[in-house]
């Protein structure tokens, strides 16, 4: 069975304090995996997706890293705008198009 | 590009009746469309994925006959919680895939609150 495991559950970051979220998961085969913002009573946000182990994608404040077993989204000197949920997502090699999601990391940013 | 919306952004309404929410890709052909529900401070969970032309395939423990998909077009997928009691109350989030893009990249709507007095 497919498993995401999203740490910490929480996370306080005073702005400007970079710090990292992590993504373990357990895939038999990873077609990719994806990275989501999601703001209280909002759908979530597309940020990257990562397809192999080695493989970077920044965006502004965020760059997001892929190894064989986790995956690490690097928040660089944040600001309070950045405080919202940050789900992790994987699509197994095998089936159709479901994706299985992590509970989510609640990032809050204080100025 | 790749926005989906979704009506109503809220409902209420009460125990018994049927309850329709729209989902819509609007700068792209939506292949496969899915519908989550979010419980509050939980993940999403997926609850049946639609394809246009075709029936939809639902998770295990998740009532077909209370939630119907259709899937009518390539831009549209509607869910209809019917006779919504209270325990229906959620947070339902559609998304849409382009098979055609290659990528396996879900873009979500906004969500609809749907409570259920």
């Known amino acids: 069975e497919d498993q995401v495991t999203q740490s910490p559950e929480a996370l306080r970051l005073q702005e400007g304090e970079s710090s990292s979220l992590n993504c373990s998961y357990t895939?038999?085969?990873?077609?990719?995996l994806f990275w989501y913002r999601q703001d209280p009573g909002k759908g979530p946000e597309f940020l990257f997706t990562?397809?192999?182990a080695g493989e970077e994608k920044e965006k502004e404040r965020l760059k997001a890293t892929l190894t064989k077993k986790e995956s690490f989204l690097h928040i660089t000197a944040p600001k309070p705008e950045d405080s919202a949920t940050y789900l992790c997502a994987v699509h197994p090699s095998w089936g159709y198009s479901t994706l299985t999601f992590g509970k989510g990391t609640m990032l809050l940013v204080s100025p | 590009g790749a926005v989906v919306s979704q009506h109503p952004s809220r409902v209420i309404c009460k125990s018994g009746t049927s309850v329709k929410i729209e989902c819509r890709s609007l700068?792209?052909?939506?292949?496969?469309m899915f519908w989550y529900r979010q419980f509050p401070k939980q993940s999403l969970m997926l609850m049946a994925t639609s394809n246009e032309g075709s029936k939809a395939t639902y998770e295990q423990g998740v009532e077909k006959d209370k939630f119907l998909i259709n899937h009518a077009s390539l831009t549209l997928s509607t869910l209809t919680v019917t006779s919504a009691h209270p325990e229906d109350s959620s947070f339902y989030i559609c998304s849409a895939r382009d098979l055609t893009a290659r990528t396996y990249e879900q873009y979500f709507g906004p969500g609809t609150r749907l409570t259920v007095t």
């Open positions: 895939v038999s085969g990873l077609r990719g």
């Open positions: 700068d792209f052909q939506a292949t496969t």
């Open positions: 990562l397809y192999s």
